[in-house]
């Protein structure tokens, strides 16, 4: 009988000590917050408080996938969504654009999506699809929302003066200061240029204050929106290493299924409907 205690005890203390443990504790997924741009339709906004958007449905449909990690989605402006990202105050941040000068961003899952970065210039200025960059909009104003990086010429025309940039908290404002002549010409995405002019003009307050129509757009370059992980956010938490490599190798599932391109197609019958 007392041969026996020692292993009794033994099997009394493991049995302790597994009731011991939360129950699930190994199966509880590890979190990841994302910070999103909350004024960037159709592709990431906030609807009824929520955040919103064709990315914010990809990479939920990515995380269906992904049963350990558990996604956390927060919107922001965006130059406040870059510098949460940038400390390491959130994981990731949602949807930057990859190469133009962002060198605190480490690794990048995606793309999600090409954009077409278009400038949309009043009928006063000239200014077209004909017309030629950098030349033709020499000491031209141009808006753009504050914290992008659009394109690489863009860019390069700031630095070297040849075109004067101002900056907007969102598109609705920049189209106003289009249409009253404050600025020759509008730089963004092609589709969030359109719908923000949709939008404004659906508006009893806004439909005056912008340009009654857009005039054909300057096609400025094209651009892959990615979700980007900041070397201090992978500093503070390597497992998200991991989790960039699954969320990447998710995403490109989906392109190839091509889902990105049936929420656009989505997105574009509904703003057709009456």
Not at 231 to 254: G, I, K, N, V
Request: hydrophobic share 45%; net charge neutral; glycine share 6%.
């Amino acid at each position: 009988m007392f041969r026996c205690a020692p292993q009794r005890l033994l099997l009394f203390l493991s049995s302790l000590l597994m009731f011991s443990l939360p129950f699930g504790a190994a199966a509880q997924p590890r979190p990841v917050t994302i910070a999103i741009d909350d004024g960037y339709p159709p592709y990431s906004y906030v609807e009824q408080d929520h955040p919103a958007g064709l990315y914010v449905e990809l990479i939920r449909k990515a995380m269906l996938a992904l049963p350990g990690w558990e996604l956390r989605l927060v919107s922001r402006p965006w130059v406040r969504a870059l510098q949460e990202a940038e400390q390491g105050r959130v994981d990731a941040v949602l949807p930057p654009y990859r190469g133009l000068g962002r060198d605190w961003i480490a690794l990048y899952a995606g793309p999600l999506h090409r954009e077409e970065v278009v400038l949309s210039c009043s009928a006063a200025s000239h200014l077209g699809p004909a017309s030629h960059w950098p030349e033709d909009f020499m000491g031209r104003r141009i808006g753009v929302m504050r914290g992008y990086l659009l394109s690489q010429a863009l860019t390069a025309a700031v630095k070297q003066r040849q075109v004067v940039k101002q900056d907007f908290r969102n598109a609705r404002d920049a189209l106003a200061a289009l249409a009253l002549g404050e600025i020759d010409c509008y730089a963004n995405d092609r589709l969030n240029v359109e719908q923000a002019h949709a939008t404004a003009l659906a508006d009893p307050v806004w439909a005056a204050r912008v340009p009654a129509r857009l005039e054909p757009p300057y096609v400025l370059s094209s651009q892959q929106a990615f979700v980007g992980f900041s070397q201090r956010s992978l500093a503070q938490r390597p497992e998200l290493a991991e989790f960039t490599r699954l969320l990447d190798a998710q995403l490109a599932l989906l392109r190839a299924r091509g889902e990105l391109h049936q929420l656009l197609e989505q997105a574009r019958a509904t703003r057709q409907e009456p």
